[in-house]
């Protein structure tokens, strides 16, 4: 299927390891896969300090689209668990999606009405207002039914750059950029129990959320810095150009 592209094409450029193992084991010439990562604008995501409010919630955030591979559907369990043990939660799911009606009963059938909001599409200002707010991104990918899978969600490097914490699972190419226990805590996919172990671990122990949120934003800083990409991308393009340029 992708014979001619493999042929044809001068530079096959993945965002992560993971995809790049993919590519090449479809077909593409090792040689000519560069993984080159998606960046992101530090300027829109300042640094801020993540700290408990007094005897307040643990505030959650995921921002998706109501697909399967996001696995939303196991974040709510791992809410319903947090509230039955009794810890204080709120949960922001922002996006919108075919899943939408499907997670609406959820949220009334696990009986968490009162601790998730299902905001739908919001304006990228009500995003970075979301993030803002939030203690905690939650970020719980799996391989789909169909096969869908992430690369890296941009959302992750944002939420990091900007000083949260992250529960992510280990899927595709986010380990890649989520280091266990650096700056977030990975857990394996479809495991509500395990989501809400780690986010249950993060309530207990906010004096961690810091260092993790420090961690983030330098990992972003040195390796995601959308100036940094750039520069790498045009000097990739003109090593093509190069290459292909006729002898005079």
Same mark, same amino acid.
């Given at each position: ?10 530079l096959?450029?993945?965002?992560? %390891? ?62 319903? !668990? ?45 995003v ?18 169909d ?43 479809? %495991? ?25 934003? !330098? ?22 150009g190069?290459?292909?340029?006729p002898?005079?």
């Amino acid at each position: 299927m992708y014979a001619a592209t493999f042929r044809f094409g001068d530079l096959f450029l993945p965002v992560c %390891d993971f995809l790049a193992r993919r590519v090449i084991d479809m077909g593409a010439p090792p040689e000519r896969v560069v993984v080159h990562r998606t960046g992101i604008d530090l300027r829109h995501w300042p640094y801020r300090e993540r700290r408990p409010a007094s005897g307040g919630s643990l505030r959650l955030v995921t921002v998706a689209r109501l697909v399967e591979k996001k696995g939303i559907a196991y974040v709510l369990h791992a809410v319903k !668990a947090l509230t039955d043990a009794r810890i204080p939660v709120e949960y922001e799911v922002v996006g919108e999606g075919p899943l939408r009606e499907s997670l609406a009963r959820d949220v009334e059938r696990l009986g968490i009405a009162d601790r998730v909001r299902l905001h739908g599409w919001q304006t990228q200002a009500q995003v970075r207002a979301q993030l803002d707010r939030a203690h905690v991104l939650v970020q719980a990918s799996v391989t789909a039914g169909d096969a869908d899978e992430e690369g890296i969600p941009n959302v992750l490097k944002e939420a990091m750059a900007a000083g949260m914490p992250v529960v992510a699972t280990r899927h595709a190419g986010i380990p890649e950029l989520v280091e266990d226990g650096v700056s977030g805590l990975l857990v394996p996919e479809r %495991d509500p129990g395990a989501l809400a172990s780690a986010l249950g671990s993060l309530a207990r122990t906010p004096e961690r959320w810091v260092a993790m949120g420090l961690a983030g934003r !330098a990992r972003i800083g040195r390796e995601y810095d959308i100036e940094m990409l750039n520069d790498r991308l045009a000097d990739l393009f003109a090593q093509v150009g190069r290459m292909k340029a006729p002898e005079r």
